[in-house]
Structures are given as structure tokens and as C-alpha cells.
């Protein structure tokens, strides 16, 4: 069994940054790759960004630049530090572990909110 727990979201101007932060615990040695996702009102969860095992990392065009993905794996920790917010990146962003057997581990989500 893996959960994860992120942190960090929260209310910005755009412009601003912040950075969230994923602890996995559990059955760590399972977990194959770890990414970000965000889901806003009204539309499908996506991908912002995803780091292998291996240090490998793939960001969408909408984010590429503005956007880093980093693990701190002493910590069983994934970051994701935003930058240059817009208010379209607006969403829960949620933490998910893709598992060597195939599966996939979500977290509960966190609100970012960017607006002036």
C-alpha cells in the first residue's frame, strides 16, 4: 500500500509562484514514477508534469518553463515548484504514484487558486 500526502496550495497573485509538496509512504519500493495532475471546474484531470524513477521528467506545453518537478527521495517526497502563475492554472492539483504492477496511488488534492 502507498499514500500520499501533498501540501502547499493556496491563493496567489499571477505572476507568483508556489511550490507543493508530495510525501509518499507506505510500500515505497512499488512505485515506479510520481506526477502532478490538475483537474479545474468543469474540466478533465491532466497531466502538468512526471518524474520517472530515473530522474526523467515530461512536462505539457502549458507548463514547459514555468513549471519543476524535483524528488527528494531521502525524504519520499515529490515537489512541484510553479512559477509566472497564470489564473488558467487554477485547479486541485493532485499527486499521483504510477506502481511497477500497473496501478496508480492518488493523494487527496490541493487548491490553487490564482487570481488578481
Known amino acids: 500500500q502507498v499514500q500520499l500526502v501533498e501540501s502547499g496550495g493556496g491563493s496567489v497573485q499571477p505572476g507568483g509562484s508556489l511550490r507543493l509538496s508530495c510525501v509518499a509512504s507506505?510500500?515505497?519500493?512499488?512505485?515506479?514514477?510520481m506526477g502532478w495532475y490538475r483537474q479545474a471546474p468543469g474540466k478533465e484531470r491532466e497531466l502538468v508534469a512526471a518524474?520517472?524513477?530515473?530522474?526523467?521528467?515530461n512536462y505539457p506545453d502549458s507548463v514547459t518553463g514555468r513549471f519543476t518537478i524535483s524528488r527528494d527521495n531521502a525524504k519520499n517526497t515529490v515537489y512541484l515548484q510553479m512559477n509566472s502563475l497564470k489564473p488558467e492554472d487554477t485547479a486541485v492539483y493532485y499527486c499521483?504514484?504510477?506502481?511497477?504492477?500497473?496501478?496508480?496511488?492518488w493523494g487527496q488534492g490541493t487548491l490553487v487558486s490564482v487570481s488578481s
Open positions: 499521483n504514484a504510477h506502481l511497477y504492477s500497473g496501478g496508480g496511488v
Open positions: 518524474i520517472t524513477s530515473g530522474g526523467s521528467t
Open positions: 507506505g510500500s515505497i519500493f512499488s512505485i515506479n514514477a
